[in-house]
């Protein structure tokens, strides 16, 4: 088929070149000259483990292509969106102008029988508003949702072989044309056995904020029983082994650390409940307040962490933060807790130097008034306090004998919970998990 990808920023660039993958003929569509020279140039804008790879190989085959002109998306039977909708200023609420803006752009170019397939993460509501909208323009074009449930740093995988799909349709009925249309589109994964799921309009657009609601109540559920656990003397590792081998919980999204960020989970769940609100069914939502409020928390719990461990004072202290990106495999320093935290400790007086694999240079847009090392080694030098804050293999793997060499004083905080504690206190450190004893 032949597809257009409307916005290639993280999910559309990723999108394209997956749909391309999986036999199609696509172009990817974006206002942004730059980011449209560098896919074409199979160079990805930001940091994802096998893109440019994947990019490469589809571009050689000539069924993929990117273009600044929204008048290339003319012909194509399947027209994804996949814009951006950040947080508005000053507000809980998702900004829509991008989708609006997308939407708007692509009317003009569609055809008779055309699909137009949402993917970006919206307020419920809006499928139907957009389908009022196209449906004025071109009466037999249709409008579907069909949420994308990427990680950031599998979002490759997660593409070509999906754990479910969801389509969300008008009058949410298996025999509708446009369901025939996405079924063909996904050929690939829906024969290998991907589960699929067809439902109307809103209950599509509730599934990815639903989602990821549930996952930062989960990860701010075990960061206040790690709260507990250190006023308590107890191990929230242990705490979170335990529960997760009840079936009814699992052990995923149990780790207990410095809390979730991202361009996901923190505006989603905002945004959920900003629409709530507007619904009218605020209350239903009113946890999803303390959730990211435990998530704030926990950033101003290690700097106190950080301070003790510093004897009291953070005035002149050197503390190296090993990384700034919110994950690892990825270079994406949207809301990441990382950042703020080194943020707040040079706020109160201390030397912070930030090191991270792929982050950097993102990170200093952000934060310029923070010092960067790209080389983990130097980073580490004369460092008076040492805190772990995304967890990079890189770091995971690092020597506790060969860094107490380097460092000025042996202090570790690990806010991650993954290093060896005995080990590295073994080797004459000073380890501080959080809720660990």
């Known amino acids: 088929m032949r597809i257009s990808v409307i916005g290639c920023g993280y999910l559309g660039a990723v999108h394209a070149a997956c749909m391309a993958k999986l036999g199609h003929e696509v172009v990817g569509i974006d206002i942004d000259e730059r980011k449209i020279s560098d896919l074409s140039a199979a160079r990805a804008p930001f940091f994802e483990p096998g893109?440019?790879?994947?990019?490469?190989?589809?571009?050689?085959?000539?069924?993929?292509?990117?273009?600044?002109?929204?008048?290339?998306?003319?012909?194509?039977?399947?027209?994804?969106?996949?814009?951006?909708?950040?947080?508005?200023?000053?507000?809980?609420?998702?900004?829509?102008?991008?989708?609006?803006?997308?939407?708007?752009?692509?009317?003009?170019?569609?055809?008779?029988?055309?699909?137009?397939?949402?993917?970006?993460?919206?307020?419920?509501g809006t499928a139907a508003r957009l389908s009022t909208m196209i449906k004025e323009a071109e009466p037999e074009a249709h409008l579907m949702w069909n949420p994308e449930f990427l990680?950031?740093?599998?979002?490759?995988?997660?593409?070509?072989?999906?754990?479910?799909?969801?389509?969300?349709?008008?009058?949410?009925?298996?025999?509708?044309?446009?369901v025939r249309v996405l079924d063909h589109v996904y050929t690939v994964p829906l024969e290998a056995g991907t589960p699929r799921l067809v439902t109307d309009?809103?209950?599509?657009?509730?599934?990815?904020?639903?989602?990821?609601?549930?996952?930062?109540?989960?990860?701010?559920?075990?960061?206040?029983m790690a709260e507990l656990c250190d006023a308590a003397g107890a191990d929230v590792t242990l705490l979170a082994d335990a529960?997760?081998?009840?079936?009814?919980?699992g052990r995923k999204f149990l780790n207990a650390g410095i809390g979730f960020g991202g361009g996901c989970l923190p505006k989603d769940i905002r945004a959920f409940m900003a629409r709530a609100g507007e619904l009218g069914a605020d209350q239903a939502l009113t946890f999803l307040r303390e959730v990211d409020a435990i998530n704030m928390r926990r950033r101003t719990r290690v700097v106190e962490l950080t301070r003790d461990l510093c004897g009291g004072s953070l005035l002149g202290q050197r503390i190296t933060v090993l990384g700034a990106a919110f994950k690892p495999e990825s270079d994406?320093?949207?809301?990441?807790?990382?950042?703020?935290?080194?943020?707040?400790?040079?706020?109160?007086?201390?030397?912070?130097?930030?090191?991270?694999?792929?982050?950097?240079?993102n990170a200093a847009r952000r934060f310029p008034e923070l010092h960067y090392e790209a080389s983990t080694g130097k980073a580490l030098q004369r460092a008076d306090a040492l805190l772990l804050l995304t967890e990079w293999q890189e770091y995971r793997d690092l020597d506790p004998y060969e860094v107490a060499s380097i460092v000025a004083s042996p202090k570790i905080l690990d806010g991650r919970n993954i290093l060896d504690a005995s080990k590295w206190r073994a080797a004459g450190w000073t380890y501080r998990g959080l809720g660990r004893p």
């Open 201 to 224: 309009l809103p209950t599509a657009e509730l599934v990815k904020t639903a989602a990821n609601s549930f996952l930062a109540t989960k990860i701010s559920f075990i960061n206040a």
């Open 332 to 361: 994406d320093v949207r809301d990441s807790p990382a950042l703020s935290i080194a943020a707040q400790l040079q706020l109160q007086g201390a030397v912070v130097t930030v090191t991270d694999p792929e982050a950097l240079k």
């Open 151 to 178: 990680r950031e740093g599998h979002a490759v995988s997660d593409t070509l072989r999906p754990d479910r799909l969801v389509y969300g349709v008008a009058d949410g009925s298996e025999e509708h044309d446009a």
């Open 243 to 249: 529960i997760g081998l009840d079936d009814r919980i």
């Open 51 to 124: 893109l440019e790879d994947l990019l490469r190989e589809v571009q050689e085959t000539e069924r993929l292509s990117f273009s600044t002109d929204m008048a290339e998306a003319l012909g194509s039977t399947v027209h994804f969106i996949c814009v951006g909708t950040p947080q508005k200023q000053g507000e809980n609420a998702a900004d829509l102008t991008y989708v609006d803006a997308a939407i708007t752009g692509l009317i003009p170019h569609l055809s008779p029988g055309d699909l137009v397939v949402g993917k970006s993460t919206v307020p419920v």
